[in-house]
């Protein structure tokens, strides 16, 4: 029987499983909840509070597990009791989830299409709530916890987050909404290649690079790209973001120095741009923005720089 880990981040209480829980000891693992039940608050507050991170589901019930995660959202978003922070945990927790497991393994359609569920469900609930993509962005990772994977994983599941609500805000049109949304949580898969000393450019500005460092950071969009495109499950689009989403249009991005940018090739620049320097550079928005008025001018056309900039305080960012 194999097993699948899933986070208890993801668990919401009084919700039926529909998928039996178990939990992991030294040397077994043993049922902690039977899928005809729902798992108290008490014992995911437990859990919680003993640092369990991750409890266990049969393989076979991954579907049901999927079908519970878009319950619990669909829930907390559309109850008023829940609070913002609630609302938060539970989509950053399913969206790391899955950053986690595409990182794992890029190659598998299993991981793909949990992107285009976890992008289809980041759309509803986004959609919902206007105050929810700053919830995301003030949550914060528990120091315990914080590691350069669990960065890269929140980056991505940033990005995709604030790509949907871009586009949105921009009134893209809807595939390309989807679309983004997907690339959002891939287009950093490169650093699933790497070893530690290539993975740790990802966490260091681009200025202080040596140039043998810039020169292997610079060719990251195209591994990345890679990875997807001999998938007949993957998008032409999707590739295509993650293989343009270091682009600027004066030329001065990479991997291919393009002059010229779609709609969805500058807000997916534009989103990935901002959360590298906020998640894996520690900058504080306000750092960012003000770097964005001075030094980003050129890179993006001057309207859309303006409609993010307007579309950023409008969220609350």
Same mark, same amino acid.
């Given at each position: 029987?194999?097993? /699948?880990?899933? !986070?208890? #981040?993801?668990?919401? +209480?009084?919700?039926?499983?529909? @998928?039996?829980? *178990?939990?992991? $000891? ?124 669990? /960065?890269?994983? !929140?980056? #991505?599941?940033?990005? +995709?987050?604030?790509?949907?609500? @871009?586009?949105? *805000?921009?009134? $893209? ?145």
């Amino acid at each position: 029987m194999g097993f /699948l880990p899933i !986070r208890v #981040s993801t668990l919401k +209480s009084d919700i039926q499983l529909g @998928f039996d829980v *178990y939990i992991q $000891l030294p040397h077994k693992v043993l049922l902690y909840a039977r899928g005809s039940d729902d798992i108290e608050a008490h014992r995911i507050k437990y859990l919680k509070g003993k640092k369990v991170r991750k409890l266990f589901i049969q393989e076979s019930a991954e579907s049901s597990y999927q079908a519970y995660i878009d319950r619990c959202l669909s829930e907390a978003i559309n109850d008023e009791s829940t609070s913002l922070e609630e609302k938060s945990s539970l989509v950053i927790g399913a969206g790391e989830a899955t950053a986690e497991r595409i990182y794992e393994d890029p190659h598998s359609k299993k991981s793909y299409d949990a992107a285009q569920n976890t992008a289809t469900n980041l759309i509803n609930v986004l959609g919902q709530s206007d105050e929810l993509l700053r919830g995301i962005f003030d949550h914060k990772i528990d120091e315990e916890s914080k590691s350069n994977d669990a /960065l890269m994983q !929140r980056h #991505s599941v940033n990005t +995709s987050s604030l790509c949907i609500s @871009f586009a949105e *805000y921009l009134k $893209l049109d809807k595939s390309l909404v989807e679309f983004l949304g997907v690339a959002g949580l891939f287009h950093d898969i490169a650093y699933s290649q790497y070893d530690e000393q290539k993975k740790a450019l990802f966490f260091k500005p681009m200025k202080e690079m040596e140039a043998a460092e810039l020169t292997e950071y610079k060719e990251h969009p195209k591994v990345g790209s890679v990875i997807l495109q001999d998938k007949d499950f993957a998008s032409k689009e999707v590739i295509d973001l993650v293989l343009s989403h270091e682009e600027k249009k004066n030329g001065n991005g990479f991997p291919n120095k393009l002059t010229q940018l779609t709609p969805a090739q500058e807000v997916m620049s534009i989103c990935a741009f901002y959360d590298r320097e906020v998640t894996c550079l520690g900058k504080t928005r306000a750092e960012v923005l003000d770097d964005f008025n001075m030094n980003q001018l050129g890179n993006y056309e001057l309207d859309i720089m303006k409609k993010f900039k307007a579309f950023v305080k409008k969220a609350g960012l």
